[in-house]
């Protein structure tokens, strides 16, 4: 007999869900934790605020020169782009150079290997590899390709560490500062000696935060410009704060760290936007149960497959007030919203990218409200709603944002 798939909603049996680990665990757990260990360090950081500004800066450019030619562009292709720089530099100091399309061919490799594992056919029938005529060897030479760079830039920052530590008091060499650098840092010291990682398990993380991270903030990112294009007094709220906070110098300004720590309006608007439209509608990995237990009032037996649903959460009638209505100051006390709101999942398997997701979402949508006005043009599918499709990864991404949707209307002339 086959086991049951329980699909949860209510805040309260998510957070249960989310807390009790010792009932209700994601596969592998032992791998997680290995890796987890060796990730926190990286993570747990602040990461500077420059590394998103100054490609916020360059992503500008290029949209400023898109819309001298149309008044109008695909506001989430160009999140896309963004996102991917943002994430290579991140992850392990490589630029893929995907603002300005210059394309190199690292990230022709990383396009083709995602868009390949996204092929529904061959999800549903892996035995099409194997039948010549759908074979596909361009895609598995790209896969080898991404796989074979990303290990030399391992290797290399392997050899690194190690004549820093032999030459301890060579100052020529820079700390690169990026995520590979630090869970390397991590795996040299004694607490972490059990838990080092093989360069193969470096690259998969590599790869994982790299297709976890890209999607899921782009759509974000977009989805938050879509309301606020839609909400024109929410975006003027969300100017007039970036402006008082950051100045209104003609220039390009990057928020410094402590400025971050101010945008009370503009975090309301990133929190309702994941609220609303939370990247992944379902939280990412199933949670299993581990023996007969109970989850509220619900009897639950051993094996029985749970899905936290974020999106049927978030839009409950009984948990918000008008939950389909864009309200960032129903953030204004957190208190009201802590129990309820899990774009990021919960408990100790909440998303590991999280801060960083957050701290890019904060630097980016400043800057870019703070120098641009826009609204959605008319006639468009969004009008209503954000039109979204489902991926393989489970994720909403906005649906055909194109040209004719999202217009930037004016470039603040005492605002840029």
């Known amino acids: 007999m086959g086991k049951w798939i329980i699909v949860v909603s209510k805040p309260e049996l998510m957070k249960e869900v989310f807390q009790r680990v010792d009932a209700f665990q994601k596969s592998e757990k032992k791998a997680h934790l290995r890796h987890r260990r060796v990730s926190n360090p990286a993570f747990s950081r602040s990461w500077p605020p420059e590394l998103f500004g100054n490609l916020a800066i360059e992503l500008f450019e290029v949209m400023d020169k898109a819309s001298e030619k149309s008044p109008t ?59 010549p005529g759908f074979r596909r060897p361009k895609l598995f030479n790209r896969i080898d390709y991404l796989n074979d760079v990303i290990l030399d830039i391992i290797k290399e920052r392997k050899q690194n560490l190690k004549f820093k530590k032999v030459n301890s008091d060579n100052d020529n060499y820079d700390e690169p500062g990026d995520l590979l650098y630090y869970m390397l840092k991590a795996e040299e010291t004694q607490d972490y000696l059990k838990s080092r990682l093989t360069s193969e398990e470096l690259l998969n993380d590599m790869k994982l935060f790299l297709i976890g991270g890209h999607n899921t903030t782009a759509i974000s990112l977009a989805a938050a410009i879509y309301f606020l294009g839609r909400n024109q007094e929410c975006q003027e709220k969300a100017r007039e704060e970036a402006i008082r906070i950051i100045g209104d110098e003609k220039k390009n300004i990057i928020p410094n760290s402590e400025q971050i720590k101010e945008l009370k309006y503009i975090n309301m608007v990133i929190k309702e936007t994941l609220r609303i439209h939370p990247p992944s509608p379902i939280a990412v990995g199933f949670r299993r149960a581990q ?84 609204k959605i043009t008319e006639p468009s599918i969004h009008k209503d709603e954000l039109q979204v499709e489902t991926t393989l990864f489970g994720l909403a991404d906005p649906k055909n944002l194109e040209v004719e949707d999202i217009k930037i209307l004016t470039i603040i002339a005492h605002h840029v």
Not at 118 to 124: I, T
Not at 304 to 313: D, G, N, Q, V, W
Not at 333 to 356: L, V
Request: with cysteine.
């Open 73 to 131: 562009f695909d506001i989430f292709h160009f999140a896309m782009r963004y996102a991917l720089d943002v994430l290579g530099l991140a992850a392990f100091g490589y630029n893929f150079r995907g603002i300005r399309k210059t394309g190199s061919e690292l990230e022709k490799a990383y396009h083709t290997a995602v868009d390949g594992m996204s092929d529904m056919k061959y999800v549903l029938l892996p035995i099409l590899e194997e039948i």
């Open 291 to 374: 023996k007969d237990t109970r989850l509220g009032e619900y009897a639950i037996k051993n094996g029985t497959i749970l899905l936290p649903h974020i999106y049927a959460s978030h839009h409950s009638e009984e948990s918000w007030e008008e939950p389909h209505k864009f309200n960032p100051e129903r953030f204004a006390n957190e208190k009201d919203t802590a129990n309820k709101y899990f774009p990021f999942g919960g408990g100790n398997r909440i998303c590991i990218r999280m801060n960083f997701s957050l701290a890019e979402q904060r630097v980016f949508l400043t800057m870019l409200v703070r120098k641009y006005s826009w």
